[in-house]
């Protein structure tokens, strides 16, 4: 079955860029039906959407990140990645990489996570 | 501070029946022809348990049933059992902002 796994480094200084990768397995990155995204949670609080990519490369960003956030997809290796600049503290969250469902109407489903990884942003 | 509120927290005995509330408004719940429900155990990432304002995934028990009236939705347990404590999320869309969707703010269920 769909499976995502999220992998980066646990630790990023302040200021600096947080790099994740999430790797696809059991499917294809590249149906049309689906895009992929990004969710952050905050230890102990709510989830946040930071955006989305198609496997075309098209993405939507959440407002309050757009200034720092890049996705992009690699088709060949079946991985899609996201960059947040300018870190600090309050971007220390658990992230998820996730699977939307886009061939209806919005909002699009969520049908598949990650596990989650835990970004600490310390010096 | 979600644009779509749920209560911080209900409860409810073991084969009680709950109802959790998801608020929004014109720009959002009201303009959005769909509202779905996340279910977070603890320590587990976020599962898909109502798509479409009242469909159940495969696998989903049929105590979780959900529904949408204008500018609010709702999502009902009944039967609880303990395996069901956890915090729920419903999203939505809004038109003001670009992306995929919003998020409620999430709801603690207690099984007591």
């Known amino acids: 079955q769909l499976q995502l796994q999220e992998s980066g480094p646990g630790l990023v200084k302040p200021s600096e860029t947080l790099s994740l990768i999430c790797t696809v397995s059991?499917?294809?990155?590249?149906?049309?039906?689906?895009?992929w995204g990004w969710i952050r949670q905050p230890p102990g609080k709510g989830l946040e959407w930071i955006g989305s990519i198609s496997y075309t490369g098209s993405a939507s960003y959440n407002p309050s990140l757009r200034s720092r956030v890049t996705m992009s997809v690699d088709t060949s290796k079946n991985q899609f990645s996201l960059n947040l600049g300018s870190v600090a503290a309050a971007d220390t969250s658990v992230y998820y990489c996730?699977?939307?469902?886009?061939?209806?109407?919005?909002?699009?489903?969520?049908?598949?996570w990650g596990q989650g990884t835990l970004a600490t942003v310390t010096s | 501070q979600s644009v779509l509120t749920q209560p911080p927290s209900v409860s409810g005995a073991p084969g009680q029946r709950v109802t959790i509330s998801c608020t929004g408004g014109n720009s959002n719940i009201g303009a959005s022809s769909y509202v779905h429900w996340y279910q977070q155990l603890p320590g587990r990432a976020p599962k898909l348990l109502i798509y479409?304002?009242?469909n159940r995934p495969s696998g989903v028990p049929d105590r979780f049933s959900g529904s949408k009236s204008g500018t609010s939705a709702s999502l009902a347990i009944t039967g609880l059992q303990t395996e069901d404590e956890a915090t729920y999320y419903c999203?939505?869309?809004?038109?003001?902002?670009?992306?995929?969707?919003?998020f409620g703010g999430g709801t603690r269920l207690t099984v007591l």
């Open positions: 059991g499917g294809s990155i590249t149906s049309s039906s689906y895009s």
């Open positions: 479409g304002n009242n």
């Open positions: 996730a699977r939307l469902y886009i061939a209806g109407l919005p909002p699009y489903m969520i049908d598949h």
């Open positions: 999203q939505s869309y809004d038109t003001s902002l670009s992306g995929p969707g919003v």
